[in-house]
């Protein structure tokens, strides 16, 4: 099956720095790719939606600034939280569809966002 | 994307079957039913999608009632690895269209 990845798998950073999540598919053209949320004991929820080549389309009430998403590459995005907080402090997850899949979404394994 | 609701908490001995209830009874004519699942600290693994027939695959049966307001996923031998948070999503299986997440069902699979 198709496969995708995430890295790191876990992060802590300071207050006021940046950090970069990595999610890459490992065996497919990910045309579309999804970023999630998910705070302890809640459900994932949708952050932003990426298409290869083009700007992201943001969730209501997520800062597209603070949350930075680039898809560069049918195989990578990425997302940058930008001068976090421990407000931050999440799982973070990833999902990608190919060009020709519409039915399934594949999912990364998640990293967790510390800040201190 | 047609709201879903499920139980929010099952549990289920080892070796037997668990039946995960959905309602989704303002589900559209072309929206589907899929079913995900959640294992604690993983990102969400696909489990099976159906329309209006039942599925079956190896991990699991998908049964939807003729008027398609209502589904159960049928894990047919559940084992401790089957504990996780059942997700049941309806939306339409077009190209760009996104999953929403709800609540989902906590299984607990006991020996």
């Known amino acids: 099956g198709a496969v995708v990845s995430q890295h790191p798998s876990w992060v802590i950073c300071k207050s006021g720095t940046s950090v970069k999540i990595e999610c890459r598919s490992l065996?497919?053209?990910?045309?579309?790719m999804f970023w999630y949320r998910q705070f302890p004991k809640q459900s994932l929820m949708l952050m932003a939606t990426s298409n290869e080549g083009s700007k992201a389309t943001y969730e209501q009430g997520v800062e597209k600034d603070k949350f930075l998403i680039n898809h560069a590459s049918l195989t990578l995005s990425t997302l940058t939280v930008t001068s976090a907080h421990p407000e931050d402090s999440s799982f973070y997850i990833c999902?990608?569809?190919?060009?020709?899949?519409?039915?399934?979404?594949?999912f990364g394994p998640g990293t967790r966002l510390t800040v201190t | 994307d047609a709201k879903t609701t499920q139980p929010t908490s099952m549990d289920c001995a080892e070796g037997r079957a668990a039946n995960l209830p959905c309602n989704h009874s303002t589900i559209s004519g072309n929206e589907y039913v899929y079913w995900y699942r959640q294992i604690h600290s993983q990102g969400p693994q696909y489990i099976i999608h159906?329309?209006?027939n039942n599925e079956t695959n190896e991990m699991a049966s998908l049964i939807i009632t003729e008027d398609r307001k209502s589904s159960t996923l049928i894990l047919p031998h559940a084992t401790l690895r089957d504990t996780a948070v059942y997700y049941c999503?309806?939306?339409?299986?077009?190209?760009?269209?996104?999953?929403?997440f709800g609540a989902g069902t906590i299984l607990r699979v006991k020996s």
């Open positions: 065996d497919f053209q990910a045309t579309t």
């Open positions: 159906g329309l209006k």
């Open positions: 999902s990608a569809r190919e060009l020709a899949e519409a039915y399934e979404q594949y």
């Open positions: 999503i309806v939306r339409v299986a077009e190209y760009g269209n996104k999953l929403v």
